[in-house]
């Protein structure tokens, strides 16, 4: 399994409340992804990263902000949660982000917004 | 743009059966595309790729799929189910340069006894 860890696994937030998810790799790789998972969608990508301090907005970026002051680190914040928020959440990570790289998932957040 | 059309979101096989999961995709470009496996409450895992080498890809469990540019399909088989296939599969595409993996809806794949 690729080195990535999520933090938290679970965790259950009131509207209006902020929340941040933590992804951890152990690869070095270069670009990080934070997706979300929600029935019948599939997952959709939210933000990416590809180096310190270098991100960029995926499909459904609205209400979502990231940081990487780090190579191992990648950070999903929801400034002020509503109940939309509610999915199971994935980081990502590749070695150089080209077309035909694998993504290796972590094993998932899955966040309740009361 | 990209897409991934995923033909059914569930599918029902006995032990032992062939198995086919369909999918379709869209892409302006040469695409690149995936087939992940996801177990209840567990991460993707990668089970074959195709990256414009051979047409038919080999995956890991017995899974294979062939790339077919004229149907512009990639459908994912294994001759014989088994009970641990039983899982959620994702088609994915990706055709431009990095960070553009788009996920077909998925297909429920339940091996009954």
């Known amino acids: 399994d690729a080195g990535i860890t999520q933090s938290p696994r679970h965790k259950v937030t009131e509207t209006g409340t902020p929340v941040t998810l933590r992804c951890h790799q152990t690869?070095?790789?270069?670009?990080m992804y934070w997706y979300r998972q929600d029935p019948g969608h599939g997952l959709r990508l939210i933000h990416y990263?590809?180096?310190?301090?270098?991100?960029d907005k995926g499909e459904v970026s609205d209400g979502y902000s990231v940081s990487r002051s780090k190579t191992e680190d990648f950070l999903l914040t929801l400034e002020s949660a509503t109940s939309s928020q509610t999915s199971v959440y994935f980081c990502?990570?590749?070695?150089?982000?080209?077309?035909?790289?694998?993504?290796?998932f972590g094993p998932g957040t899955r966040l309740l917004v009361l | 743009a990209q897409s991934v059309t995923q033909l059914d979101s569930h599918v029902s096989v006995s032990e032992g059966t062939p198995v086919l999961l369909r999918c379709n995709y869209s892409?302006?470009?040469?695409?690149?595309l995936f087939w992940y496996v996801q177990h209840p409450n567990k991460g993707l895992q990668l089970l074959l790729k195709?990256?414009?080498?051979?047409?038919l890809v080999k995956g890991i469990n017995g899974f294979e799929a062939e790339f077919k540019k004229s149907e512009t399909s990639f459908h994912l088989t294994k001759p014989s189910a088994h009970m641990s296939d039983a899982a959620e599969y994702f088609c994915?595409?990706?055709?431009?340069?990095?960070?553009?993996?788009?996920f077909g809806p998925g297909t429920r794949l339940s091996v009954l006894p």
């Open positions: 990502a990570i590749s070695p150089g982000g080209t077309v035909q790289e694998t993504q290796y």
């Open positions: 690869e070095n790789h270069r670009y």
């Open positions: 990263s590809y180096g310190v301090k270098d991100t």
């Open positions: 892409s302006s470009y040469s695409p690149s």
């Open positions: 195709y990256t414009s080498a051979a047409t």
């Open positions: 994915v595409v990706s055709s431009t340069y990095g960070q553009n993996f788009v």
